[in-house]
Structures are given as C-alpha cells and as structure tokens.
C-alpha cells in the first residue's frame, strides 16, 4: 500500500508538472490552487496562453532520485501511474541530469488527445532532491 500511495502522489506531480509551461511565465507570482494529501499545487498566468503553468511540490520519505527518474523514463511503466497516458518512451538522453521524455495522454470526450514532449531535469542535494517536467511541445492528438 506505500508503494501505491507513493505511485498514486508522483502520478499527481507528474501529471501536473508534464502540462507546465515555460519559462514565459518567469514574471507572474506563483498562487497556491490546491494543498491536499501532502501536495502542493501552484499555478500562474502564462502570457499569450490560455494554458496556466503548474508547479507541484510534495514531500516523499525515503526516495532515490535514480528510483524516480528510472520511473518517469520507464514507458511501459506510465500508464501504472500518470492518469490518461497511454504510451510513453525516454526519446533522448541528454545529459547525467536530463533527458526528453515523449507522452501520448489519452483524455476524456470532449478533449482531444495531447502528445508531449517534456523536457526533464533533475537535481538533488543534501536534504531536497528536485523533478522539473517542462512541456517543449504539446500537439492536439489525432481525431
């Protein structure tokens, strides 16, 4: 049952974190939308989208950030854990700390099916280790 709690928190931040968008946001403070079960979730205006950037944040005992970053590379994997995906694969490595991660979401009638094409980074120190998931490309789905 932790390991499904676990999933089923990391499923939230991924999920919100992969719809972020970029840097275009930098200027707007960030405002707090919902706080629930040990997750945060922030939002602010994104200029020129009428798609508001996410920020999550929560706090997970007893996590590897090799466990975890294995986890969102891990295709085959997604759709045990992150609502509506329905295929995923790691597209390209770039770095120790950084890969670019593809997504098909499938959604609900009347929303189209999203493609992602996240852009992933991870750090970690002494007391926090940190994913940031941020949409480079995000296309309507076929019909």
Not at 49 to 54: E, I, K, L, T, Y
Request: proline share 3%; aromatic share 6%; hydrophobic share 40%.
């Amino acid at each position: 049952m932790k390991l499904r709690s676990y999933l089923t928190n990391l499923s939230l931040i991924v999920a919100f974190a992969a719809s972020a968008m970029s840097h275009a946001a930098a200027e707007q403070a960030w405002e707090l939308r919902r706080d629930r079960h040990g997750i945060q979730v922030h939002t602010r205006l994104v200029s020129g989208s009428p798609c508001d950037a996410v920020r999550t944040t929560t706090k997970l005992d007893s996590v590897r950030l090799s466990a975890l970053v294995a986890l969102i590379e891990d295709g085959e994997a997604c759709p045990d854990w992150a609502d509506r995906c329905a295929d995923s694969y790691l597209l390209e490595r770039l770095s120790d700390t950084e890969s670019r991660v593809y997504t098909h979401n499938h959604m609900p009638f009347p929303v189209k099916d999203r493609d992602v094409l996240a852009h992933v980074t991870w750090t970690q120190d002494a007391q926090t280790l940190a994913v940031a998931m941020n949409s480079v490309a995000t296309v309507d789905g076929m019909d």
